[in-house]
């Protein structure tokens, strides 16, 4: 008979929620897709395929839609996978 200690891994693992999975893996890997510019000054929220980027600076907002948001799309893309982010979305706002 196994003893419990050996079974509660497995059991947990169960329970796990894949989109909790994605959204830590999107926070933790977030300052290196989006690099120490943008970085801290941006909080990534995952909603279906979206990529909804909280920025709070309107003018790096500006900045992020005119120059970066295509090689944004496909660091993030890469980290995450295409079928996961097909689109950035930016908004401006506090960070949370």
């Given at each position: 008979?196994?003893?419990?200690?050996?079974?509660?891994?497995?059991?947990?693992r169960l329970?796990?929620?894949?989109?909790?999975k994605?959204r830590?893996?999107?926070?933790?890997?977030?300052?290196?897709?989006?690099?120490?510019k943008?970085?801290?000054?941006?909080?990534?929220?995952?909603?279906?395929?979206?990529?909804?980027?909280?920025v709070?600076?309107?003018a790096?907002?500006f900045?992020?839609?005119?120059?970066?948001?295509?090689?944004?799309?496909?660091?993030?893309?890469?980290?995450?996978?295409?079928?996961?982010?097909k689109k950035?979305?930016?908004?401006?706002?506090?960070?949370r």
């Amino acid at each position: 008979m196994d003893k419990i200690k050996d079974l509660l891994p497995a059991v947990f693992r169960l329970f796990e929620n894949p989109e909790t999975k994605k959204r830590s893996k999107l926070v933790d890997s977030w300052p290196s897709i989006a690099g120490p510019k943008i970085g801290p000054h941006t909080k990534p929220f995952l909603k279906d395929v979206e990529l909804i980027v909280w920025v709070d600076q309107s003018a790096l907002a500006f900045e992020i839609r005119q120059k970066h948001l295509p090689s944004l799309l496909k660091r993030t893309q890469a980290v995450m996978g295409e079928e996961t982010v097909k689109k950035i979305r930016i908004k401006v706002g506090q960070l949370r």
